[in-house]
């Protein structure tokens, strides 16, 4: 089993940054990558950012260039640092920890970006 707690979501104008955070428990050896979703109301979850167990990174196309991935090892969490906030970056933001065989969710944190 794998425990995700997220932190750091809020409010903040357009243009602004925040840092969220992940803090992995568990079963953290065997997770191959790590990444954060989002879903905005009335939307599918879409993938924001992974980072593998290797250290490469993926992000969407949609926030290249704006967000960046990075992890601490030695605490076992996973950051998003999401900058040049735009209103539509608003959504509920899902940390994701994926083993071979199992996918393990956080519970959401919000981020709301006003123009």
């Known amino acids: 089993q794998v425990q995700l707690v997220e932190s750091g979501g809020g409010s903040v104008q357009a243009g602004g940054s925040l840092r969220l955070s992940c803090a992995a428990a568990?079963?953290?050896?065997?997770?191959?990558?790590m990444g954060w979703y989002r879903q905005a109301p009335g939307k599918q979850r879409e993938r924001v950012a992974i980072i593998t167990r290797g250290g490469t990174t993926n992000y969407a196309d949609s926030v290249k260039g704006r967000f960046t991935i990075s992890r601490d090892n030695a605490k076992n969490t996973v950051y998003l640092q999401m900058n040049s906030l735009k209103p539509e970056d608003t959504a509920v933001y899902y940390c994701n920890a994926e083993r071979i065989v199992s996918s393990y969710w956080g519970q959401g944190t919000q981020v709301t970006v006003s123009s």
């Open positions: 568990g079963s953290i050896s065997s997770i191959n990558a």
